[in-house]
């Protein structure tokens, strides 16, 4: 990140794309045993977007990273590579170049990446290293998952945590460096502590030879323990970022974290002594919707100005793997 011979790289512009179908906390009560009363206070999310069956995680996708390029003033033949971060894509070949074909960007580049819920920050940091060794001038990452496809909607446990939703940015070569600093982390020993699995059941395919064929099983999720691992680590790797940048957290005008729980939220923002109205919360309107919570609150506050071109952000995600990184930044396009 500090070698002279690396090329600064801005994050230009945000956009995000969201279903109309939107479900309520009481509607869910319908579902399941469940209400706004219970589900509130205990979450910060009161309703979530809901893609109807005939519509697909690359129609969503496929908005959003039109949008993004749009806002960036340019033209989808200026792109040089796509990373779509999703864990629900519906083609298990990935879903990148269907995208990156809808799209019109025949220059590009695209594949998948799938790190659940900080998939937005390993896009971002692995688009990055392609832009600051100079292979490549722009990208675009879009980050969406479609989650409503995979709760159990008798789980009430789960099911009232989950929404769909997509975001976008453009990632951009500049003069002038935009991306300040990251920290990346995985630990294999917490994989079952949030699971999407596909599970093998067998099948007699000979006399002789038995075959495993996939069965999509349902989220399931150990809710106090992930609750525990991310307010344990997350405020670590936010410093350890800060530190790399040169920054100190006073200094920061947002941060915008992966939106898997107020309460989360609350607890970070309380052991960084920072004022919880610096970290960006959109889930009382989204719900968790993933990789996509991250660019999904950044639009929210550059959308209503809270975040301007120029002004400082951290991004961190949290999730299944376990996975868990941030990434500093100053918004916007500075060489203008």
């Known amino acids: 990140m500090t070698s002279s011979a690396l090329k600064p790289v801005q994050l230009v512009s945000v956009a995000t794309a969201v279903p109309d179908c939107v479900l309520s906390n009481d509607e869910l009560g319908q579902v399941v045993d469940t209400s706004d009363e219970w589900i509130f206070p205990r979450t910060g999310i009161r309703e979530r977007r809901i893609l109807p069956p005939d519509r ?7 908005a959003a990273g039109r949008e993004a390029i749009a806002r960036a003033q340019l033209d989808p ?41 900080t998939g937005f920050v390993f896009a971002v940091a692995t688009a990055a290293q392609f832009l600051q060794t100079g292979c490549y001038r722009r ?19 789960t099911c009232v945590l989950f929404g769909d939703g997509a975001g976008a940015v453009v990632l951009e070569a500049g003069q002038t460096a935009g991306l300040l ?12 502590l949030l699971t999407l699995r596909n599970e093998a059941e067998p099948h007699q395919l000979t006399d002789s030879i038995q075959v495993g064929q996939y069965r999509n099983q349902f989220i399931a999720m150990n809710g106090r323990e992930v609750y525990k691992f991310a307010v344990r680590e997350v405020p670590e790797v936010l410093e350890k970022t800060l530190f790399h940048s040169g920054l100190e957290a006073k200094e920061v005008d947002g941060f915008f974290l992966h939106q898997a729980n107020q309460r989360i939220l609350d607890a970070i923002a309380a052991r960084m002594d920072v004022p919880v109205e610096r970290f960006a919360s959109v889930m009382d309107r989204f719900g968790n919707t993933s990789a996509a919570s991250i660019p999904l609150a950044l639009a929210d506050w550059v959308e209503r100005g809270e975040l301007t071109v120029g002004q400082l952000a951290v991004a961190a995600g949290f999730g299944a793997g376990l996975t868990w990184g941030a990434i500093a930044f100053r918004w916007g396009r500075l060489d203008d």
């Open 139 to 157: 990208a675009l990452v879009i980050a969406a998952d479609v989650l409503s496809r995979t709760v159990d909607w008798s789980d009430r446990r």
């Open 56 to 62: 697909s995680l690359v129609d969503l996708a496929t």
């Open 181 to 192: 600093g990251m920290e990346l982390r995985s630990d294999g020993t917490g994989c079952d």
């Open 77 to 117: 033949m200026d792109i040089d590579i796509v990373i779509l971060a999703t864990s629900t894509a519906s083609e298990r070949f990935g879903s990148a170049g269907a995208i990156q074909g809808v799209l019109g960007a025949k220059r590009a580049v695209a594949f998948d990446l799938t790190a659940a819920c």
